[in-house]
Nanobody, 123 residues
Framework: VQLQASGGGLVQAGGSLRLSCVASARIFSHYAMGWFRQAPGKEREFVAAITWPGVKQAYADPVKGRFTISRDNVKNTVYLQMNSLNAEDTAVYYC?????????????????WGQGTLVTVSS
């Protein structure tokens, strides 16, 4: 497994979770990383992205100001800190590697995907 996501779970509305995604060094270095999510019956959507080594970030409008993406380049790990969660954030969250070192927002621009971790927010 090249990308391993974890940290999902059940949380009450208004709560917080931190997702982690551990990558092999071979695929992590010098690439942007991103988080996507997919709710039941919906398409996979962009959540956040971060460049290498972590200077620039991008966020989808629904999560801006609530979610923070970061990366630890020693641990080959990308994180997604999620605060003020609401029911609309319920989804399977996926980490992925961008095809280069910029801030892609389309699923088509990511070439390696993790297995997903489920986040459920109860209202």
């Amino acid at each position: 497994v090249q990308l391993q996501a974890s940290g999902g779970g059940l949380v009450q509305a208004g709560g917080s979770l931190r997702l982690s995604c551990v990558a092999s060094a071979r695929i992590f270095s010098h690439y942007a990383m991103g988080w996507f999510r997919q709710a039941p019956g919906k398409e996979r959507e962009f959540v956040a992205a971060i460049t290498w080594p972590g200077v620039k970030q991008a966020y989808a409008d629904p999560v801006k100001g609530r979610f923070t993406i970061s990366r630890d380049n020693v641990k080959n790990t990308v994180y997604l800190q999620m605060n003020s969660l609401n029911a609309e954030d319920t989804a399977v969250y996926y980490c992925a590697r961008g095809g280069g070192n910029y801030l892609p927002r389309s699923v088509l621009e990511y070439d390696v995907w993790g297995q997903g971790t489920l986040v459920t927010v109860s209202s």
